[in-house]
């Protein structure tokens, strides 16, 4: 049975993202497969401001997701891969949301719109690196119609990311 999507909004972040992502995310659970805990308030003002500079260069960025009531609840959207090892090159897909919004459908419908705001910027395609274990996520890029490509064991971690694809 499919149910409805919840509605999101996604906006670029502003500096009062920073500490809401910051708050959001202070949640072991959340944090499980990015290091086990919330980085530091610096960390966020940093990605915030860096994600505004992806969307005025690039046309998307990491958007805050907000639900229906105007709350902040995480952030979906690409960029660029970060990292000299893994998809380099490739744009990616992510998303993050605190724990009391799981489980309702918001990732799969703000990474939808993602999608369709990376065709209409002219993203070719997309990638998303996914902990093996994180169950969560890789049915978000199976709704989304990803497809597993290729394995790679991070550097630091030493874990094993899936990376999945999809031609936009």
């Known amino acids: 049975m499919n149910r409805a999507l919840p509605v999101v909004r996604l906006r670029v972040p502003t500096d009062e993202d920073a500490v809401a992502w910051h708050r959001t995310f202070d949640d072991p659970e959340v944090m499980e497969f990015h ?23 690039r046309g998307f960025c990491l958007w805050t997701v907000l639900d229906e009531a105007g709350e902040v609840i995480g952030f979906t959207g690409a960029q660029p891969w970060p990292h000299a090892w893994g998809p380099e090159g490739e744009t990616e897909i992510g998303w993050r949301l605190g724990r009391a919004h799981w489980g309702r459908g918001y990732v799969t419908a703000a990474a939808q719109m993602t999608l369709e ?18 169950a969560r996520s890789i049915a978000v890029t199976q709704r989304l119609g990803m497809r ?5 064991v991070t550097p630091t971690s030493r874990r094993e990311g899936h990376c999945y694809r999809l031609d936009l």
């Open 35 to 57: 290091g086990g805990r919330a980085a530091e308030l610096s960390v966020y003002e940093e990605l915030t401001a860096r994600q505004r500079r992806h969307d005025a260069e």
């Open 117 to 134: 705001r990376l065709r209409a910027a002219g993203v070719p395609r997309v990638v998303a690196m996914v902990d093996s274990r994180n």
């Open 148 to 152: 597993l490509a290729e394995t790679f």
